[in-house]
């Protein structure tokens, strides 16, 4: 095994999580540490450009945006929320779940500041949007939506439930003065736009998730084996769906802290599967 193969055999090692952290921290050291040694610029590849027509001729920009950082505090505090979020998240719902609605996030609020770009060209110069800000904040409404009263820890000091939390947290980063960096946080409005209406339809009982052309799990399927020796059958995927549906229901009617031990730790299992 030569060293790229072990890089992405360790990388392929690390949960959902991990992998969108390293990927953060990869892109900000290249730009930092490969670039300024090079004496290259290289956000601009990366980076999306908005106010014009730009983005036409970097189209892969709506996707590398969401990874790219240059400021050390700014990606500090980016993958600090994120991390924070992402431990409620997939613990509840599951880390395939967290990479689609990261990477939707992110594109709907690159979508959002884009078409205002377009309309209103003057407003936003030819500046360019980069920061993990509306991704982060799109799986943060997520759970403000699908599990409010979950309880959180303001500095390990101050309990509240999660969606004061998140109303804390998007108003200190997108409401205060709007004025400032006005491109980035009309992307964080997108992105939790996104994370509100994913939220809301999975209360009701439907999963953008499993709707997405991508999913395998878009069809659900009956498999029967005739292999009793295996101890696999059907029956025992339909309980364990059943358990994690029924799971689920109760957090959405009572939040995540009704839950039992038993319950949390049935929960944590079946989501290590999605």
């Not at 095994?1 to 890089?7: L, Y």
């Not at 090692?13 to 730009?31: E, K």
């Not at 014009?52 to 969401?66: D, E, R, S, V």
């Amino acid at each position: 095994m030569n060293f790229f193969d072990k890089i992405k055999y360790n990388f392929q090692q690390q949960g959902v999580l991990a992998q969108i952290i390293i990927i953060n921290v990869v892109v900000f050291l290249t730009i930092n540490l490969v670039g300024n040694l090079s004496h290259l610029y290289l956000t601009p590849y990366v980076a999306m450009p908005i106010g014009g027509l730009a983005f036409l001729y970097k189209f892969w920009t709506i996707f590398t945006y969401m990874f790219t950082h240059e400021n050390l505090g700014h990606i500090f505090w980016n993958m600090f929320l994120f991390y924070f979020t992402a431990q409620i998240f997939f613990t509840i719902l599951g880390q395939k779940k967290m990479l689609y609605v990261y990477v939707m996030s992110g594109i709907s609020g690159g979508a959002l500041i884009l078409i205002l770009g377009l309309l209103f060209p003057a407003s936003f110069g030819h500046s360019m949007l980069l920061g993990a800000s509306a991704a982060v904040l799109g799986v943060g409404a997520v759970m403000a939506i699908y599990s409010p009263n979950y309880r959180v820890y303001l500095f390990g000091v101050l309990e509240m439930p999660y969606k004061y939390f998140y109303l804390l947290t998007f108003g200190l980063s997108t409401i205060i003065d709007l004025s400032v960096n006005t491109g980035g946080k009309i992307s964080h409005i997108g992105g939790a736009l996104f994370g509100v209406l994913y939220g809301y339809y999975l209360r009701k009982g439907i999963d953008l998730f499993n709707l997405n052309i991508f999913s395998s799990r878009n069809k659900k399927l009956k498999v029967v084996s005739n292999n009793t020796r295996s101890g696999y059958s059907s029956t025992k995927y339909d309980n364990s769906e059943q358990v994690m549906n029924e799971i689920l229901d109760k957090i959405s009617k009572s939040g995540y802290d009704s839950l039992t031990k038993k319950e949390k730790d049935e929960l944590f299992k079946l989501s290590q599967k999605k």
